[in-house]
């Protein structure tokens, strides 16, 4: 009898001690696993930052469209310019005084025109891909939207990309992942989603740290 109870215990001890390695050990993979995956979505983020600020500077407005996005990567250019001071007569000083007057004026040159593609993304392609989260096993798109929004008086150019922190672990332990949806801290990306931008305020910056990259 003594030696069945003893048995008895050494199960108990060995599958409390499972238990316990099990409690310490999991939290530690699925942040190994998470921070990898974060840090190739935010890449990706950065990217389509990239192009929708392009986008905004060429046409004035962002785009939601991910195809059309690529189409404009493809064909855009940047117009490239240089600023520089100058002085020149003030007419409507010497018509009003009949004196001369010079005043100081800042000139911009135009020198020519720059490949949007070529200057963002060079000899790489991955502009194309863009649109997708680029998490193994993981068939999705990142969500994007663009608009304005009223800002004292003014519309303002705004736009997101974001996805679920669901998605990207979605084949990691649920609990787990509750957990990460509820993170409020500087070191972590808070909330339910990863995202860059903002339909409700101007903003471009990511929600994420700086360990995984500039924010903005």
Known sequence: MKLVIQ???WIVIIFLGYLVFNSVYEPIQFNKVKEKRYAKVIDRLKDIRAAQLAHQEITGSFEKDFDKLVRFIDTAE????????????DEEYRKAFGVDKYKDVIVIDTLGTAS????????TDRYKRMMNVPVEGVDAKFEMDA???VKNDNKIAVFEAKVAKNVILSDQDKDLINQENQ?????????????????EEVNTKGNWPKVYGSDE
């Open 7 to 9: 048995l008895l215990l």
């Open 78 to 89: 940047f117009t490239l310019t240089q600023r520089r001071d100058s002085t020149v007569m």
């Open 116 to 123: 949007v593609k070529d200057s963002l993304f060079k000899d």
């Open 147 to 149: 608009g304005t929004i």
């Open 183 to 199: 993170v409020i801290s500087v070191e972590g990306v808070n909330g339910a989603y990863i995202r860059v931008g903002s339909m």
